[in-house]
């Protein structure tokens, strides 16, 4: 049958951007119990948790092997974080500053990143209001122009 459903944490506060670790034993997300969003990380099983980021965070999310996490403070810089296995819960390096991004604004509800499973690559969303404008140009009639071109020669 169905499994009964059970509360996973202890927050006070809205849980949101809930992200399973690999194997499915802990998970990662965000909440704003102290005033502001930080990224925190939890037992499935138990709920115990761990406090990941320092001075606000969002967007938590794991490399492909669960050994670091990746997130973004409330200025859009991003961060990862050393994992290491153990029980009850993993222990957690410093967080350690990777690259400011290109995002005007984070957000606490929606995804704007992506990091590839070995965390050397990252997709951002961007708003294109963050984006040159540019005039869309379109060449018409280009093989004929190649002829002309080609004939000049």
């Not at 209001?129 to 020669?153: K, Y």
């Amino acid at each position: 049958g169905i499994p009964e459903a059970r509360r996973m944490t202890n927050a006070r506060e809205p849980v949101e951007q809930v992200q399973l670790s690999p194997d499915r034993r802990w998970f990662v997300y965000n909440t704003a119990e102290s005033g502001r969003s930080e990224v925190y990380l939890a037992s499935v099983d138990t709920a115990e948790r761990l406090q990941i980021s320092v001075s606000g965070g969002v967007q938590a999310t794991w490399r492909g092997d669960g050994r670091e996490i990746y997130f973004l403070t409330l200025d859009a810089d991003l961060y990862s974080v050393a994992i290491q296995p153990g029980p009850p819960l993993p222990r957690a390096g410093t967080p350690k500053l990777l690259f400011k991004t290109a995002l005007p604004v984070t957000s606490a509800v929606i995804e704007q990143y992506r990091p590839s499973d070995d965390g050397q690559k990252f997709l951002f969303c961007l708003p294109l209001t963050s984006v040159l404008r540019e005039p869309l140009r379109m060449l018409l009639n280009w093989r004929a122009r190649l002829e002309e071109a080609r004939e000049a020669q």
